[in-house]
């Protein structure tokens, strides 16, 4: 059962996928620790046999991004990481400082061509994301 804070007016999608059910709502919240507003996402997905529930809580500080602009840069946003992890342990950059010229020239490098690659993945991602609506 949705808690009462959850109405109808911050409803924003709800879908039925083989065994759950997503629910997405989206509001504008007051955040005290960054003496603001922010936007809140938060997505429940319900199992449709057993009734369990499960929540995730996206937050933006830009109140005017749409919730599938939140939920699709958070998506990407740990695959970069994921990305990021596994070139540095490719490349033997676990321990990676940047003391000489030579290794911010090589830290420089990798961090455009992880650019390059996560805007590469961002359009092939979007591409599907659409498509799946």
Do not use: C, P
């Amino acid at each position: 059962m949705e808690s009462i804070i959850f109405t109808h007016r911050y409803l924003k999608e709800t879908k039925e996928e083989k065994n759950k059910t997503i629910t997405i709502y989206q509001l504008e919240a007051l955040n005290k620790s960054i003496k603001g507003d922010i936007n809140v996402v938060i997505i429940t997905e319900t199992n449709t046999h057993n009734n369990k529930s499960n929540r995730t809580i996206l937050f933006s500080t830009d109140l005017k991004q749409e919730y599938h602009k939140i939920i699709d840069y958070y998506s990407l946003r740990f695959q970069i990481e994921f990305n990021f992890r596994d070139a540095k342990q490719f490349f033997g950059l676990e321990d990676f400082m940047n003391i000489t010229k030579r290794r911010i020239h090589n830290f420089v490098n990798l961090s455009m061509f992880m650019n390059s690659l996560t805007y590469r993945m961002y359009k092939s991602i979007k591409n599907i994301w659409t498509y799946s609506r």
